[in-house]
């Protein structure tokens, strides 16, 4: 004789809906697939995602793995309901640190937590996700959506990117960088997914509302221009590598600015100085700064400031590079050079931004 059963209850009414999850992976699937490369072309659903390198074409590959999320950044899109570019932020903050070290990105996992799945806005996540991998060039090849009531609040979601790319041995960056050697600036879209603890905190002083149109974006609302997605160099950069010689290093410039990633590159004895000046500075900057009563010195290492990725090129090679970024669609600048080192900040500047 057995126990009568007392409660009955379910994972559903715990606040796990596994019904909603597998409804999800259903919808996102022709995303997935649209990603598809040489080298990954398996549907998602299994225990792991497969990649053939060889069938990419490697024949004596080193790995570069990476993984990054968004930040505060997400906050916007959960608080406005606009979900479908933070994906792509995601893809960028991976791919472009894969790119730096002179690897094609070849492969994107992702992990989306919330405290409440809404199938909805998890597809419009995935949809940016499947974007940003097609303008990488990478695979999506598979991810992982957890929902954990308690954890987070209902309606608040997080994101983390995971992207494995591979170069041919020998062909890894940075190279040696010399004195000398010339920076040039690939343009940003915008602030990208970084510092937006204190572009939210410089709206909430502003007391302007999301939905208002952008004081430095006419005919867009705040929260679409601030959410203008990170781009993704990774097409234009391979593009140069392939055609020629002469790059010597490529740093994004992400987390921690000018100051903080530039020196990442820099072999001891060897600093930066930036030419402020030169640097083509869009218009969101100068209303951070204004509105915020941010000091240039703290944009420039909360913020891209104009620039999202310096490419350091030795300098009889420079203009052959700046051709070569221009055919691949770039609209590279020049901002300053390398130069000796003997003691105080690795990254010295000349000039103001134009704020």
């Not at 170069?167 to 602030?191: C, N």
């Not at 903080?260 to 000046?277: E, F, K, Q, S, T």
């Not at 009563?293 to 703290?298: D, F, K, N, Q, S």
Request: proline share 5%; hydrophobic share 45%.
């Amino acid at each position: 004789m057995t126990e009568k059963q007392q409660n009955g209850l379910t994972y559903a009414q715990a606040g796990v809906d596994i019904d909603a999850g597998n409804a999800m992976v259903d919808q996102i699937k022709p995303l997935v697939r649209s990603t598809r490369r040489p080298g990954a072309d398996a549907e998602i659903g299994g225990f792991g995602g497969l990649f053939d390198l060889k069938g990419a074409g490697f024949k004596d590959p080193i790995l570069v793995a990476a993984n990054d999320g968004v930040g505060t950044k997400v906050k916007i899109a959960i608080d406005t309901g606009i979900h479908d570019t933070i994906g792509i932020d995601l893809v960028a903050m991976c791919v472009n640190d894969i790119i730096v070290q002179g690897a094609e990105p070849l492969l994107f996992l992702d992990y989306f937590a919330t405290g409440k799945l809404e199938p909805e806005v998890g597809v419009a996540i995935v949809k940016g996700i499947a974007e940003g991998c097609l303008q990488a060039g990478c695979a999506l090849i598979g991810g992982e959506t957890a929902e954990m009531p308690g954890l987070y609040a209902r309606g608040d979601y997080d994101l983390a990117g995971f992207a494995v790319g591979a170069a041919e041995r020998g062909t890894l960056l940075p190279k040696e960088v010399k004195v000398g050697d010339v920076l040039i600036g690939l343009p940003s879209s915008g602030v990208h997914s970084n510092g937006f603890s204190l572009v939210r905190r410089i709206v909430e002083m502003s007391g302007l509302a999301w939905d208002a149109e952008a004081p430095f974006a006419p005919g867009r609302s705040l929260a679409q221009a601030l959410l203008e997605p990170t781009r993704i160099y990774v097409k234009t950069l391979l593009a140069a590598l392939k055609a020629g010689e002469g790059i010597n290093a490529l740093c994004h410039i992400t987390g921690g600015g000018f100051p903080d990633n530039i020196p990442r590159v820099l072999p001891g004895g060897v600093g930066v100085r930036l030419d402020l000046a030169a640097i083509p500075v869009p218009p969101v900057f100068g209303w951070l700064a204004a509105t915020g009563g941010v000091a240039e010195t703290e944009m420039l290492r909360t913020f891209n400031c104009g620039i999202g990725m310096i490419v350091v090129v030795a300098p009889d090679k420079a203009d052959d590079v700046v051709r070569r970024l221009t055919e691949a669609g770039e609209k590279p600048v020049r901002i300053g050079g390398t130069i000796v080192h003997d003691g105080g900040e690795r990254v010295q500047t000349s000039g103001r931004l134009a704020l």
